[in-house]
């Protein structure tokens, strides 16, 4: 396997860069120095070796003494003044909690930003592209029984023409708006921790999971999938998206896999105080008799959902038809969407690209060993540690050979700098990627986000400069960043020392002739009017402005 021969050799700046920025966000001149003349496969280990929580962001800690950076659970619960919160201590707690859509959208994104596991947030984010599940769909399914309650209203709050219809015994149930809002982003949150505790282990049992995840099950319909009235859109999403890719199955195939998922389904969410947001198996709604996929594969009927098991089995072994090649279909599949993603966007499947074939014949390959050797069929922890130490993914070829997605544009640039942002309050990090055409838990359809150059779109990239001329704002307004500033190891007319130091930051590695030249012409002509003459305030506003000019540009587009 030529292609996924490992690299030879110590890794440079160069590779180390190229390595974070794929396997992560990017990184500061610290992180990328700590990878610098480790092998590739020891750097690879660092950041693919993940564990299922964060050791920095997940430990236990005491709640109130954080800000930004510090442990989620140090975070404040609280305001210091009560009812009169700032708005960083709003920022914190909405984050925290991640109570509601925003806040867990700043939640996310506070973990992109601090975790010591980047590529437990990169991953993530992949499956949430490659498996999606949406907010709107969400609070559209969701009966609004849950909002009413049964405790006789007595802060008048339900609205005129409604009226509380619980009648389940529970005391004390209020009219509340916001329950239902709770329980999608509860919903969404577990998913999206179930991503990032079990994205790198066996690619089956995620797929199960998945399939059975309320949030899931909800968005696909699949509540409604019962005997005698099959729903297939969970059936036809598991095979065309998330595991074989068009041209690998049937109309027939999906109406029998429709048949075997009947009776997935979550508990009725009425009128409860504590919801129960585990999915769960109902007999009664399952389709009798045997089933018969793939033209050769029996499903026999199983009252206790094994039905769901054994189709994920036969998924995962099915031959590729599309491209017609003596391996499984997800393999093959998968296969690609990894290269796509974290090595060349421009990797093809049908056709397929060498290395598709080269990393599904290594996807289905079992040592029953521990990493980086194969755990079992289907390991992602190995198969991307296999893919990251490649010569392939090293090749001068594959180098800012991907358009930034808008969490790599806004993380990247927060992580490079060392700087921080409002995440969920006031026109924060949440808005910020929305505006650029990303908003999380809230892709455009089933198939996620359109890649590559669709990011670039003018609408988006209006976003991302008005985003970069607010972040140097920051430069400017905030003493902490300005203090980070003060000690760039520049003078404050050092022009081709602070575009060093920002190009070696931003972009790892320096920049063309041309780029230079504009740069220095830039900060040459400069007005410094209303500084007077201050050395300090001159340093920050020339490093404000080459900031702003250094992400406009095409190359802090690319990864």
């Known amino acids: 396997m030529a292609l996924l021969d490992d690299f030879v050799g110590p890794l440079n700046n160069a590779d180390a860069s190229h390595l974070l920025r794929r396997a992560g ?57 009560p009812g009169s919160p700032t708005l960083i201590e709003l920022d914190h707690i909405t984050l925290k909690q991640a109570q509601y859509p925003h806040g867990l959208r700043g939640h996310w994104m506070y973990r992109m930003r601090y975790t010591s596991q980047p590529f437990q947030e990169q991953l993530a984010l992949f499956l949430h592209d490659h498996m999606p599940s949406e907010i709107e769909k969400l609070l559209d399914v969701l009966p609004n029984d849950v909002l009413w309650g049964n405790d006789g209203d007595p802060g008048n709050l339900v609205p005129p023409g409604e009226v509380q219809t619980c009648n389940l015994g529970l005391a004390g149930v209020p009219y509340d708006p916001y329950r239902k809002h709770e329980m999608v982003t509860r919903l969404l949150r577990d998913q999206n921790y179930l991503f990032r505790s079990e994205g790198v282990n066996r690619f089956e049992d995620l797929l199960l999971a998945v399939v059975r995840d309320p949030a899931m099950l909800v968005y696909l319909d699949n509540y409604l999938n019962v005997a005698g009235r099959p729903q297939e859109n969970l059936a036809r999403e598991l095979m065309e998206l998330f595991s074989l890719g068009v041209g690998n199955y049937s109309e027939n195939d999906i109406q029998q896999i429709a048949k075997c998922l009947t009776g997935e389904s979550f508990p009725n969410f009425r009128c409860e105080t504590t919801w129960d947001t585990t999915s769960g198996f109902i007999p009664l709604a399952h389709e009798p008799g045997g089933k018969f996929i793939f033209g050769s594969t029996a499903i026999p009927y199983n009252a206790a959902g094994a039905e769901t098991e054994m189709v994920i089995q036969a998924i995962l072994q099915k031959q590729s038809v599309t491209p017609n090649i003596a391996l499984p279909g997800a393999a093959m599949y998968m296969a690609w969407k990894l290269c796509r993603w974290f090595v060349n966007e421009n990797i093809e499947l049908n056709p397929p690209s060498p290395i598709v074939v080269e990393l599904a014949t290594y996807l289905m390959g079992d040592d029953a060993g521990v990493y980086p050797a194969r755990r079992y069929p289907y ?11 490649s010569q392939f993914f090293f090749d001068s070829a594959n180098r800012f050979a991907i358009h930034k997605h808008p969490a790599d544009y806004i993380i990247g640039a927060l992580r490079a700098l060392e700087m921080v942002e409002l995440f969920s309050i006031g026109e ?10 990303m908003d999380l838990f809230q892709p455009p359809d089933v198939s996620g986000w359109h890649h590559g150059q669709a990011w670039l779109s003018a609408a988006a990239l209006v976003a991302r400069y008005n985003w970069a001329n607010r972040l140097c704002n920051v430069i400017m307004a905030d003493s902490g960043v300005a203090l980070l500033i003060d000690a760039y190891p520049v003078s404050n007319n050092d022009h081709a020392g602070m575009i060093d ?14 780029e230079e030249n504009r740069l220095l012409d830039f900060l040459n002509t400069m007005p410094l009017t209303g500084l007077g003459g201050n050395a300090i305030q001159e340093k920050r506003r020339k490093i404000r402005g080459a900031v702003h000019v250094m992400l406009s540009m095409p190359r802090a587009q690319l990864k």
Not at 28 to 34: D, K, M, S, V
Not at 379 to 389: C, E, S, T
């Open 25 to 81: 966000f990017g990184g500061t001149p610290t992180e990328r120095a700590a990878l610098t003349g480790l092998t590739a496969a020891a750097a690879v280990a660092y950041l693919v070796e993940i564990q299922p929580t964060d050791p920095h962001l997940d430990q236990p800690g005491t709640p109130g003494t954080g800000s930004f950076g510090s442990p989620l659970a140090d975070l404040p619960d609280d305001p210091v003044v």
């Open 428 to 437: 924060g990090l949440n808005d910020q990627m929305r505006f650029m055409g």
């Open 501 to 514: 130091h920002l190009a070696d930051r931003l972009f790892h590695e320096p920049l063309s002739t041309d």
């Open 379 to 389: 390991d992602i922890k190995a198969a991307m540690g296999k893919l990251f130490r």
